[in-house]
């Protein structure tokens, strides 16, 4: 959900750093492996976004407060929606901020978002089969109460494991958050309880698997990291660029080779940054910085991953962290 503080901020950095991020070189892959713009007047805050492996080529969205429970189906080639699908057998969604796709092309929704401090006593979670055919229609879903087994927490990031079908979620917190483990299967008749795992270091706004399972990315504002996933021993391996602004979204492309990080906002740009760790080093995606807002990554602010001056960034930074005292939750 956007905030003062967040749409301040992505004003700033938007102004001071003006670069774009770095795109595909246009060779082979899955449509809209270079990028795109997602053109739909009607989404104005995507909040997530999930590759589907169905319809290769098209990426799942949604804005996270809309007039009612719906995706959108838009086509990576010409950043038009092809489909939009209405989810029935739910109640009416309440702060909606992350997408994924498990085993079987089930979709997974996460009605996850509390950053208004309201402090839900609980979330929800959908399940639905990804429609075969796209076109606009409703879908069933299944609707899963879940509470996290330290008390309420804000999140915008959920990971569905695309071998097992397990579903993580990683609480939004600026000092670094928690990985959050589900049930092994979730339950439609009682009260998921996801439990804390391990510390994930940074302010997260979304995060996603790699088509294998086998790593996955987290990002920010400011910036990401991306962890091996080691049989959910995660490790840290390095730092993602991502675009600065009000960043909201990421996934890989089906055939692992790219991560697709969006924005909100009326014609959000979706960048591309090759897969991190491909030659066993950090992204170098050179679009953002390798920093990131809750400033829990000793690494701080990368020099060679930063296309601007010295001046701008310190500058930029310093409001930034401004605003974020002016602005900070209760």
Do not use: C
């Not at 959908?126 to 076109?135: D, I």
């Not at 009260?191 to 795992?197: E, L, S």
């Amino acid at each position: 959900m956007r905030r003062p503080f967040a749409l301040l901020a992505s004003a700033l950095l938007v102004g001071a750093f003006a670069v774009p991020a770095s795109a595909a070189d246009g060779g082979e892959g899955p449509a809209g492996s270079d990028g795109f713009t997602i053109k739909d007047p009607r989404i104005t805050e995507s909040s997530g976004l999930a590759a589907s492996r169905l319809h290769p080529g098209i990426y799942w969205t949604h804005n996270d407060q809309d007039t009612g429970p719906y995706l959108y189906a838009v086509d990576g080639a010409t950043g038009e929606t092809v489909a939009r699908v209405a989810l029935s057998g739910v109640g009416t969604p309440r702060d909606v901020e992350a997408i994924g796709i498990g085993p079987g092309n089930k979709i997974f929704v996460g009605d996850i978002g509390d950053n208004d401090g309201v402090t839900w006593p609980y979330v929800w979670i959908y399940e639905l089969p990804e429609p075969t055919e796209l076109k606009d229609q409703t879908v069933k879903a299944t609707q899963y109460v879940v509470k996290y087994a330290d008390g309420s927490r804000d999140a915008e990031s959920m990971l569905v494991h695309p071998r097992t079908g397990r579903v993580y979620l990683i609480d939004k917190n600026e000092d670094g958050g928690h990985l959050y483990e589900g049930p092994a299967k979730l339950s439609s008749s009682g009260t998921n309880v996801f439990k804390p795992t391990v510390p994930v270091d940074l302010w997260a706004t979304d995060a996603a698997f790699s088509p294998d399972g086998e790593q996955f990315a987290v990002r920010g504002y400011l910036g990401g990291i991306w962890y091996d996933w080691n049989g959910g021993k995660i490790q840290r391996k390095g730092r993602i660029g991502v675009p600065l602004g009000q960043g909201e979204s990421a996934t890989y492309t089906t055939d692992g080779k790219k991560l697709l990080l969006g924005m909100e906002g009326v014609n959000s740009p979706v960048k591309a940054e090759d897969v991190p760790g491909q030659d066993g080093g950090d992204s170098g995606g050179g679009s953002g910085s390798g920093s990131h807002a809750s400033g829990a990554d000793s690494g701080g602010p990368g020099g060679d991953t930063l296309k601007v001056g010295a001046v701008g960034l310190l500058v930029a930074l310093a409001a930034l962290f401004g605003l974020r005292r002016v602005f900070r939750r209760r």
